[in-house]
């Protein structure tokens, strides 16, 4: 079965941080644009990161960027995304998502975790 475990969420206070994990179980990521989204309470979902896969360049969101680091580690198959210097704009529900196309295709990604809450708050 394709899909992604994920893990790392919770509660954390601001200026923390926070690593989220996906395990992805029945592909090799290594074939794949690897995506990040959120999605705030009554906002719609955003990209915030995006590896392309055609040469593992990464894309961020300008309200993340320096703050949030997208990285990968081939042989556990697992994609990660480290934050910090979280504020409580940041409270979401985080989504890694895969893409067979070299670049990532926004809500279009092939295979989406379930979603992992973050809330930042003191």
């Known amino acids: 079965q394709v899909q992604f475990v994920e893990s790392g969420g919770g509660l954390v206070q601001p200026g923390g941080s926070l690593r989220l994990s996906c395990a992805a179980s029945?592909?090799?990521?290594?074939?794949?644009?690897i995506g990040w989204f959120r999605q705030a309470p009554g906002a719609e979902r955003e990209e915030i990161s995006c590896?392309?896969?055609?040469?593992?360049?990464?894309y961020y969101r300008d309200s993340v960027k320096g703050r949030f680091t997208s990285s990968r580690d081939n042989l556990k198959n697992t994609v990660f995304l480290k934050m910090d210097s979280l504020n409580p704009e940041a409270t979401a529900v985080y989504y890694c998502a895969a893409d067979t196309g070299y670049y990532c295709s926004g809500p279009r990604m092939d295979v989406w975790g379930k979603g992992i809450l973050v809330n930042v708050s003191s």
């Open positions: 029945g592909f090799d990521l290594e074939g794949y644009a």
């Open positions: 590896t392309s896969r055609m040469d593992g360049s990464t």
